[in-house]
C-alpha cells in the first residue's frame, strides 16, 4: 500500500516553462569562463552540468566557486518560469483526495525555494505538502535520489511504499535511484526531451490517474 507520494513540480503539478536549451548554454558559458572545458558538459542537462563540475572540482572552495556563479542563472530562469507556470489541471483536486485518505505528501523539486514557494502559495498548494525540497536543500540535484531519499527518511517511509509522480527522465532516475516506484505524466517535460528508452513504472497521462496506481480498485 502507498503512504507516501512525493511530487515533482514543473511539468508535473504546473506546466512546463523551463528555457531548457538557453539555460543550459547561460550554465555552460558561466563554466567555460571558469575555465572549464566545453566538450566536459556534452550530452549534460541543467542539473548534470552542474554535477560534472563539482566532480572536476580540486578544493571546497571551488565548489563553493561553482556554485556562486551557477546559483544565479538557475534562480533566473526558475523567475523566467514562474512568471508563466499555470497549474495543471486536476492538481489541487488530487492532493486534496490523497491528503484526505492519509497520504503523505512530499514536494521534491530542482526548483530553487524562492520561485517554488512563488508557486505553491500563487495557486493554493503549499498547505497540502507536510515536506518541501528544494534545489537548495540537497547538494544533488535529481537526477540523484538524494533528495527523495531525504523525504523518505523525515516521514520514515520505505520506498516500495512510496510513489514518485514527475514528468522527466530526470525524474525517473532519481526515483530509481531511490528504489522508488515512478508514474511519469505525458505533457510535461517528456515534450522537449525524451526518456531514450528508459522505461517508468506507471505511465498516466492525467493527474487523477495517480488514484488507479494508488488503488486500481477504488477511486
Ligand atoms: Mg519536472
Known sequence: MISTVLFDLEGTLVDFQWKLDEAEEALRQALVLFGFEQGLFTGANYAEIRLRALARAASPQVREDIDRRLTPIYDQYDQDALSRWSLRGGAFEL????????????LVSNIGRRAGWAVLDKFALRGWFQLVIAREDVTQMKPSGEGIRKALTHFGAKPE??????????????????????????GGETIYRDLGGELPDYRISSLSEVLDVLSPEKR
Open 95 to 106: 492532493l486534496q483526495k490523497l491528503a484526505a485518505r492519509g497520504v503523505r505528501l512530499a
Open 161 to 186: 511504499e512510496s510513489l514518485m509522480v514527475g514528468d522527466s527522465l530526470t525524474d525517473l532516475r532519481a526515483a530509481h535511484d531511490a528504489g522508488v516506484p515512478i508514474a511519469l505524466i505525458s
